[in-house]
């Protein structure tokens, strides 16, 4: 069983819509909880973060964390076309190590 | 602007040759990692370094070695290619406590093998 699992499916939604992504983890040691954001052909950058259970929400991002279930949560509200890309999931147990998901590719249809 | 600079973008290799991915940042980070991403695969640490003069192999270190030029510069030499590592190559970089900040990350090099 990998650390980290996220499903790579494709998820194509129509603009407008709320996306729901998600990652389920084996390591109770993990504390610390990303999401990145990876547009096409670019290297991914830091979209959320969260340290422990609970939720975080920034614009129209919310990052949830349930330690006790081992998954975690990104939802983005309104959506739209300059959200396509691919999200990948990323946790930590302090060791300066990143465990991440396969990423999920995200299309917003105008 | 401050971030992590990889060269070069693009490289297409034969078979056998060799080359060195560079990597450079500018954050006074301790850590610098060297990931290669491929369909359906995700991200694979190659090789990693804790700090200025150590380096650790990751989950796919074969067929690749690297050097850590001083703290700013992190490289990645193949010394002989083969097809299988035609891949998107990226550098990152994160302070000691990198559960709180994460990974800076390059913007790539795409490399094929011929």
């Known amino acids: 069983q990998k650390e980290v699992e996220q499903d790579p499916g494709p998820l194509s939604v129509p603009e407008g819509a709320i996306v729901s992504l998600n990652c389920t983890y084996s390591?109770?040691?993990?504390?610390?909880f990303m999401w990145y954001r990876q547009y096409s052909r670019k290297g991914p950058e830091l979209l959320m973060y969260?340290?422990?259970?609970g939720n975080k929400e920034d614009g129209r991002f919310t990052a949830q964390v349930d330690k006790s279930s081992k998954y975690i949560s990104l939802f983005i509200r309104d959506s739209q076309p300059s959200d396509s890309a691919t999200y990948l999931c990323?946790?930590?147990?302090?060791?300066?190590?990143?465990?991440f998901g396969k990423g999920n590719q995200v299309v917003v249809i105008p | 602007n401050a971030g992590v600079t990889q060269t070069p973008k693009f490289q297409v290799l034969k078979t056998g040759q060799s080359m060195t991915l560079q990597c450079a940042q500018d954050?006074?980070?301790?850590?610098m990692y060297w990931y290669r991403q491929d369909p359906g695969m995700g991200l694979r640490l190659i090789y990693y370094?804790?700090?200025?003069?150590?380096?650790d192999k990751g989950e796919v270190p074969n067929g690749y070695n690297v050097s850590r030029l001083n703290k700013r510069e992190f490289s990645l030499r193949l010394e002989s290619a083969a097809p299988s590592q035609t891949s998107v190559y990226f550098c990152?970089?994160?302070?000691?406590?990198?559960?709180?900040?994460?990974?800076?990350f390059g913007s790539g090099t795409r490399l094929t093998v011929v």
């Open positions: 990152a970089s994160s302070a000691r406590t990198a559960s709180n900040y994460g990974y800076t």
């Open positions: 390591n109770s040691a993990f504390q610390y």
């Open positions: 969260t340290y422990s259970s």
């Open positions: 990323a946790m930590s147990g302090g060791n300066n190590r990143l465990a």
């Open positions: 954050m006074n980070h301790n850590s």
């Open positions: 370094s804790a700090s200025e003069g150590t380096t």
